[in-house]
């Protein structure tokens, strides 16, 4: 509801004009300013008044792809994280940890974490009720709790102003919505009348929603440096970077000359395709009643709303705990989004095995990995990583050696079988890696922050800089590019193999004695978007919010998934 203008009884919205389309319009006007005097000041709705006229249902063919698959901007996004960016257990828990590490800044953490999180009721100011909490609001039984609880809703996206897209000063959530209370969307002359007479929203081309640097403004985060008693030091830390890390590859459309491999952030994320690849075309509303609306024929392209991301852990916790953690997206829709998600997974990376050779007791290899994402790899949030299992079987099939191999909690485990040290909170952080020797060194691609003393840190209010970070580069990264200084890899140089898009790391390990031949290769690239340490450091603190997530973490699956395999044999 607008929180500011109350809606008719009925309530009819026809309010995205359209879903967001990923391949480039035909060129078109720019955004025009408002007129002065007919702008009534920014506002946002929920996501419930968009449901009416661009949800699925059984009696219109609107929104379908070609085999009769509901594909609605609602329904599929329901089921996405930024749907469920204030119901997400972990975000909970590590906003608590931030408070707790800094509580006389309980105030500005909140409020910050919520400017993207909640961006719908951050948008109209939060109240917390003289609770000293702006968290409150999630709780909160009124129209603001209902507008923080709608997550990275509809009206915000499609309501940003192109103005300074892509440039510091709306990184961090610093977007700024149209006061003429205009929504955008990439098609020409859209259809103005129902969602203008009952929701007060104005359709309006705007081409900047089919660009990256839309995404940047909650996808470049800046984070205020605290010392170890939890006082600001005035500096910045660029804690989540995956704009930039665009920007600065192969894949980046913007400039004028556009990468090799050009391609915006919603290409990948809000896929124009269906599942088989094939481009869609569709009606993109239908009426309040149920049926197709004949003034809007069919369009494409056309985005799906998946908001594809890394997140099978949430998701899957978000499906099973569902009624628990407030979910209000049907079982179908969290699925749709864990099949896509788990589908990206399998094309973000390549592995090739090469070298393969024994020599008596000894054997050694040689294990190339490829970045095929647009962005480092993994990106966002540090408390993802991804890293290779090297196992190493005979000719009966007996593991001979094992490197990266894992228990059921997702540790990763050494020679003697128990998680190794670098899995424990307080733990040393295991070096990047050239070459790997023995089951007790593996080979990692993650980042670690640094506190202002140069010391590993998990909370990240008190990180400064980076203490490692080798995450895969995209291709065309290029360490002289504006954004290369800020999105440089730490810890590597002594590392000639890393390098844009792939690393190479060579193995050369000692086989028990008596090991018969042939012997089989597996590598597997491995990922987690909750890394077992990070999990090991979040719940060192007790909080009600940490208290809750064990809980849900202590049920979840938390096998990692498999970006890539290679296979190869030796001693034939």
Not at 30 to 47: C, M, N
């Amino acid at each position: 509801m607008l929180l500011d203008q109350p809606l008719p009884a009925l309530t009819l919205a026809a309010l995205l004009l359209t879903p967001v389309v990923l391949a480039p319009a035909a060129p078109g006007p720019s955004v025009p300013p408002p007129s002065p005097q007919d702008a009534p000041g920014p506002g946002v709705l929920e996501s419930d008044a968009c449901a009416l006229c661009h949800s699925n249902v059984d009696t219109a063919s609107a929104m379908r792809d070609a085999d009769g698959g509901w594909m609605s901007p609602y329904d599929l996004w329901s089921g996405s994280m930024m749907a469920n960016s204030t119901r997400d257990p972990l975000w909970r828990a590590a906003v608590s940890v931030e408070v707790a590490a800094a509580p006389a800044h309980r105030v500005a953490i909140e409020s910050e974490c919520l400017r993207c999180h909640a961006p719908l009721a951050h948008a109209v100011g939060i109240d917390d009720h003289g609770t000293g909490s702006p968290m409150h609001v999630l709780e909160c039984e009124s129209r603001q709790g209902d507008l923080a609880r709608d997550g990275a809703s509809c009206t915000v996206c499609h309501g940003m102003l192109p103005d300074g897209l892509g440039t510091p000063e709306t990184f961090s959530g610093h977007f700024r919505l149209d006061p003429a209370r205009r929504l955008f969307g990439p098609h020409a002359e859209p259809f103005p009348g129902p969602m203008l007479m009952h929701t007060g929203f104005t359709p309006t081309r705007g081409d900047h929603v089919m660009e990256s640097r839309l995404c940047a403004t909650c996808h470049t985060l800046e984070t205020a440096v605290h010392d170890l008693e939890g006082e600001p030091t005035g500096a910045t830390f660029l804690e989540q970077a995956p704009y930039l890390e665009w920007r600065n590859s192969a894949f980046s459309d913007e400039g004028e000359v556009p990468g090799t491999r050009a391609a915006s952030c919603q290409d990948c994320h809000l896929p124009t395709s269906d599942a088989s690849g094939r481009p869609l075309e569709a009606r993109i509303a239908r009426n309040p009643m149920g049926f197709d609306w004949p003034p809007i024929g069919p369009r494409a392209p056309y985005g799906r709303h998946l908001f594809v991301g890394g997140n099978t852990l949430m998701l899957s916790i978000l499906r099973d705990h569902a009624e628990e953690l407030g979910v209000r997206a049907p079982a179908g829709a969290l699925e749709a989004a864990l099949e896509a998600t788990r589908a990206s997974l399998r094309r973000a990376a390549r592995v090739e095995l090469a070298d393969v050779r024994l020599a008596g007791d000894r054997l050694s290899f040689a294990a190339t990995v490829e970045n095929r994402t647009g962005h480092k790899l993994p990106t966002g949030h540090p408390t993802r990583r991804a890293w290779l299992r090297a196992v190493v079987r005979d000719a009966g099939g007996a593991v001979v050696f094992a490197s990266g191999a894992t228990d059921d909690a997702g540790r990763i485990l050494g020679a003697d079988g128990r998680p190794l040290p670098t899995e424990h909170a307080g733990g040393p952080v295991e070096p990047h890696r050239d070459v790997v020797r023995s089951a007790d060194e593996v080979a990692s691609y993650r980042a670690v922050p640094a506190d202002v003393d140069g010391r590993p840190t998990h909370v990240l209010l008190r990180a400064a800089s980076w203490y490692v970070d080798d995450r895969l580069l995209p291709a065309g990264w290029r360490a002289d590019a504006p954004d290369g200084p800020r999105t440089a890899p730490v810890g590597t140089t002594d590392d000639p193999d890393f390098a844009a898009a792939t690393d190479r790391v060579r193995y050369a390990v000692a086989l028990p004695p008596g090991t018969r031949g042939p012997l089989t290769v597996e590598l597997d690239l491995l990922y987690q978007p909750l890394s077992a340490r990070w999990a090991a450091e979040l719940l060192r603190w007790e909080t009600d919010a940490t208290e809750s997530f064990r809980a849900l973490l202590e049920t979840a699956d938390r096998t990692p998934s498999v970006l890539a395999s290679a296979r190869a044999t030796a001693g034939l």
